[in-house]
T-cell receptor, first 113, second 114 residues
Framework: EAGVAQSPRYKIIEKRQSVAFWCNPI?????LYWYQQILGQGPKLLIQ????????DSQLPKDRFSAERLKGVDSTLKIQPAKLEDSAVYLC???????????FGSGTRLTVV | AQSVTQLGSHVSVSEGALVLLRCNYS??????LFWYVQYPNQGLQLLLK??????LVKGINGFEAEFKKSETSFHLTKPSAHMSDAAEYFC????????????FGKGTHLIIQP
């Protein structure tokens, strides 16, 4: 089966600019997650969707980060305006009903300069 | 809140030697536990997971882990290290309830000496 697709692979922006990341989960997976992985740390959950509804966004910096999952399939994560500390890899993951299997995409590496 | 502690940010072993990566967790409910591996510039690949049942879990690439509730541990082992095992390893615990995102440890970088 096809994996979790993410784009772009890399992005470099200046601080205060805006940026958006896209994720296409595994077909049929109802649950989608966005994680932030800062260099040298483990991934941190930002937001979880169940179909097109938000289940958990308690760690999402809502003053600058937003995410949506229209039609319960693809998702976008946006940062506006970006700060230097937002430099990280943004990972998307999806899971289905079976066995708590989480599949991760390759991530988008964001560098804010 | 659940948390994961991985002892040792870097572990170095010789090729052919035993690999032991330590993971301790805190959870107020029976946990689901995971080990992931991450190669440079790649996403996370699942090595193995514990949900219920047998506490000794076998995964891919010869890795296994044992869930020890009394010690709140889920250490990862491999009898004989291979050069291709060099990577970053993350232990994670599943949150409870409807919000089931993973909480990760900080990771352990495994170095294999020839």
């Amino acid at each position: 089966e096809a994996g979790v697709a993410q784009s772009p692979r890399y992005k470099i922006i200046e601080k205060r600019q805006s940026v958006a990341f896209w994720c296409n989960p595994i077909s049929g997976h109802a649950t989608l997650y966005w994680y932030q992985q800062i260099l040298g740390q483990g991934p941190k959950l930002l937001i979880q969707f169940q179909n097109n509804g938000v289940v958990d966004d308690s760690q999402l910096p809502k003053d600058r980060f937003s995410a949506e999952r229209l039609k319960g399939v693809d998702s976008t994560l946006k940062i506006q305006p970006a700060k230097l500390e937002d430099s990280a890899v943004y990972l998307c993951a999806s899971s289905g009903q079976e066995n708590y299997g989480y599949t991760f995409g390759s991530g988008t590496r964001l560098t804010v300069v | 809140a659940q948390s994961v502690t991985q002892l040792g940010s870097h572990v170095s072993v010789s090729e052919g030697a035993l690999v032991l990566l330590r993971c301790n967790y805190s959870s107020s409910v029976p946990p689901y536990l995971f080990w992931y591996v991450q190669y440079p510039n790649q996403g996370l690949q699942l090595l193995l997971k514990y949900t219920t049942g047998a506490t000794l879990v076998k995964g891919i690439n010869g890795f296994e882990a044992e869930f020890k509730k009394s010690e709140t541990s889920f250490h990862l082992t491999k009898p004989s290290a291979h050069m291709s095992d060099a990577a970053e390893y993350f232990c994670a615990v599943r949150e409870g309830g409807g919000a089931d995102g993973l909480t990760f440890g900080k990771g352990t970088h495994l170095i294999i000496q020839p």
